[in-house]
């Protein structure tokens, strides 16, 4: 294990080269994660990261929701340790973070747990935000819209995307944005001011509500009608 000493060093490099700096040595290694553990209150979807520092387990709680951002945070508490921070000052920077950029956030309203990530979609990220929000408590509620400037492959990628949702065992789910609309027979909406018109006679049960789609369907404008 790379001691405190070392920790500091500056990677030796060659006149011409650049070295990114390999991930199976020196100073990234001490920030390889051990294990995750997940939060009991799942609705959150916080989760903890356990780091073998210098013979110390630390536990640091995060709360982005997502264990897509595990990768993430891992590369930043890497970076911070090889720089020579503190992995207190990491740990405090970490926990500190709430997300507001509609990123992976947890917004409650009325009781409800919003998990906000309208800021962009593609498929991967999709998929990635639907096997997330399965794993919350309570009743569930998903609004998707369209993953936009895929091309070609934009009709089968969104028909993958509906398919997969509707074997999650979400209580509904709805979608907005033409693409979606093509191809979803039931609660289908082509922009957000149909949406919000729907919302209005037909106020949200559910506990949980994700919100996912690319910016330029501005989902986050129907936040005041849920």
Avoid: W
């Avoid at 921070?85 to 970490?94: F, N, P, S, Y």
């Amino acid at each position: 294990m790379t001691s405190p000493n070392e920790l500091n060093k500056t990677p030796g490099t060659n006149p011409g080269e650049i070295e990114i700096c390999d991930l199976s040595d020196k100073e990234f290694k001490i920030a390889v994660l051990k294990k995750l553990k997940e939060m009991q209150d799942n609705r959150e979807k916080k989760f903890k990261i356990l780091l073998d520092i210098f013979n110390k387990e630390t536990e640091i709680i995060s709360n982005l929701t997502g264990r897509y951002n595990y990768d993430n945070i891992s590369a930043a508490i890497s970076l911070g340790l090889h720089f020579g921070l503190d992995i207190r000052d990491i740990k405090q920077a970490i926990e500190e973070y709430f997300p507001s950029n509609m990123r992976s956030q947890i917004q409650k309203k009325d009781g409800k747990t919003l998990v906000l990530d309208t800021y962009n979609a593609n498929p991967s990220s999709m998929q990635a935000s639907l096997e997330n929000f399965r794993t919350f408590l309570g009743t569930k509620l998903i609004i998707i819209g369209d993953m936009l400037e895929l091309g070609e492959e934009s009709a089968a990628e969104h028909q993958h995307i509906l398919d997969f949702a509707k074997t999650c065992g979400f209580d509904s789910i709805i979608t907005v944005g033409p693409n979606f609309k093509n191809i979803n027979t039931n609660l289908a909406f082509l922009n957000t001011s149909e949406l919000a018109d729907y919302l209005q006679s037909n106020p949200v049960t559910q506990e949980n509500i994700l919100l996912k789609a690319s910016r330029g369907i501005a989902l986050e404008k129907i936040i005041d009608y849920i």
